[in-house]
């Protein structure tokens, strides 16, 4: 038989166990339920990787859409007439630019051109001499032929004055007395012409003289100049790099001035480059630089690069757009007839940054997600300034903001982040 002070402690005892198994209880799920919370918080934070903005310069560019073309064929002739002497190339030879074609027999344009020098150097010889004033040698010369022309004509009168007394003595003839006065007419006459010439020697030429002197030499010059041009065009060079596709003449024939003697295709390739607003001219030049890509080379990877040629005078009369021109090198890889995309190089900017093209998010607004206070993502506005294939340069960041480029979908304005190296 148990004693009642015995079963009083056995009951305490089993009291006390089963209230420490509560508490314990108790405690275990209150700490489990802690760590399921803390575990929940933690867990519904959105893990991202960041890319530090940088303030950079860029090459701001025009953007237009082109098509490539051949730049056709060149159709080339000679300036004047003539027989072809020889011809140096075939139908489907390769050419470069000076390749000599074909030249032309130059016996007759030889002659012409030493004529003409002839006759340009003796008109140049008396324009200049008629410039410098008659020479001391040339008075002196002309003052002779006066002196001794009037001691003639003097002796021829005293003679016909002598005849003529001794007609009227019955000692000469009246046909002596004619050929001696026609003596007399002559040396006067010769003497007025050497007296006239003595006097404009020491005059010198007058501005009439020297302006018809002026003018004979300078067609005398021309026609000198023209045959060189002649000779010069005797031979015939290509232009360009191509390829001879047509000679329509061949050796020993006679062809007709401007008429095709050959013809070339070009091998460069160029861009007719459209849609070129007023505002957009005033931008473009001769030469400046182009970028170009083809339409599906959404990573820029393959660039050509190409300058403007030719820009159009007037807009289209249908879109008041104006037309551009621009060249590319033959060995490109673009294809006659393919679309492309062409990039004009205008100058350089600042207060751009490059991200990552995925980084923005395309809406109303395009914006990208900053990390804020190192917690959270906050949305920032961004204006795209240009596409370089997985990038892109965007303005409205400032350095040294944290754009958000992983997870990007799972976020929201204030939404809770968590950085991952």
């Known amino acids: 038989m148990v004693k009642k002070g015995n079963g009083m402690k056995i009951k305490f005892m089993i009291g006390t166990t089963c209230i420490l198994c509560i508490v314990l209880l108790t405690l275990f799920f209150v700490l489990n339920r802690v760590s399921a919370n803390v575990d929940f918080i933690t867990s519904n934070k959105v893990p991202v990787t960041v890319e530090e903005a940088k303030i950079e310069e860029y090459e701001e560019r025009l953007t237009y859409v082109g098509g490539v073309t051949s730049d056709s064929i060149q159709t080339l002739a000679f300036k004047s007439s003539g027989k072809i002497e020889a011809i140096y190339v075939e139908i489907g030879q390769k050419v470069d630019e000076s390749t000599l ?246 100058g350089k900017c600042t207060g751009g940054v490059d991200i990552p093209l995925k980084a923005v998010t395309v809406d109303d607004k395009n914006y990208v997600y900053v990390v804020h206070n190192e917690a959270t993502a906050s949305k920032k506005y961004v204006d795209i300034v240009m596409l370089l294939g997985h990038r892109i340069i965007v303005e409205g960041l400032e350095a040294g903001d944290k754009i958000i480029t992983q997870n990007i979908p799972k976020l929201y304005e204030g939404k809770d982040v968590v950085l991952q190296d």
């Open 101 to 346: 074609l074909i030249s032309l027999d130059t016996q007759d344009i030889d002659f012409a051109v030493r004529a003409s020098e002839n006759a340009m150097l003796a008109a140049k010889a008396q324009y200049v001499e008629a410039l410098e004033g008659t020479r001391s040698q040339d008075i002196e010369m002309a003052r002779v032929a006066k002196e001794k022309a009037e001691e003639v004509s003097r002796f021829k009168a005293d003679t016909l004055i002598e005849i003529s007394a001794l007609y009227e003595a019955g000692f000469a003839s009246s046909k002596e007395v004619d050929g001696a006065n026609l003596e007399s007419t002559i040396a006067m006459r010769d003497y007025q012409n050497a007296l006239a010439i003595y006097s404009k020697a020491m005059e010198g030429p007058t501005e009439e003289t020297l302006d018809a002197l002026q003018n004979r030499y300078e067609q005398a010059k021309v026609g000198y100049e023209m045959n060189l041009s002649l000779l010069a065009d005797s031979q015939l060079y290509s232009s360009t790099k191509g390829t001879v596709v047509n000679i329509v003449y061949e050796e020993n024939e006679m062809l007709a001035a401007g008429y095709p003697a050959i013809v070339v295709r070009k091998e460069n390739q160029v861009i007719n480059m459209g849609g070129v607003t007023d505002e957009d001219l005033e931008e473009l030049e001769l030469n400046q630089k182009v970028y170009i890509y083809a339409t599906d080379d959404a990573n820029k990877s393959q660039e050509t690069i190409g300058f403007i040629t030719r820009i159009a005078d007037v807009p289209d009369m249908t879109t008041h757009l104006y037309q551009v021109e621009v060249a590319i090198d033959a060995q490109s890889k673009l294809s006659v007839g393919e679309v492309v995309t062409c990039e004009v190089a205008i």
